[in-house]
């Protein structure tokens, strides 16, 4: 089995609340222009949590230190499972390297886009977990 690991990075917001780091696809173009978790595939011999940090180095130029698995796991394909882990930001500012664009939501920003369509269709998985810890205040 490989792995494709997803980071969740959450930010204290300006007056109170929290908010998810949401990343807009450029391709494929099934996705393209569709919101996710940031993340990519481990490679061989490579664990998730350092799969996680180097893609993020990577894809958004900071640096993380990869926490606990969030439970929802997605059969991509036979051979590829999705897997997301909660991530601290330890340095620099996310900028999309890779992405079209980057967005930090709340839970009712995140409902909107999910509610649209317009989150990656694997990463729906994780609205209920994702959404219980933007509410909690
Ligand atoms: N993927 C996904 N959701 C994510 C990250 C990745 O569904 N949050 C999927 C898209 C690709 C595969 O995982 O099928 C590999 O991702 P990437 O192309 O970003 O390396």
Known sequence: MRYVVAGALLRERAGGGRELLLAQRSYPPEVAGLWELPGGKCGPGETRAAALERELDEELDVRVVAGAPLTEQVRLREDLLLVAHWAELVAGTPRAVEHQDLIWVDAAEL???????????????????????????
Request: hydrophobic share 65%; net charge negative.
């Open 111 to 137: 409902a909107a886009l999910a509610a649209r369509g317009a989150l990656v269709p694997a990463d729906t998985a994780w609205l209920p977990e994702l959404t219980v810890a933007l509410d909690v205040r």
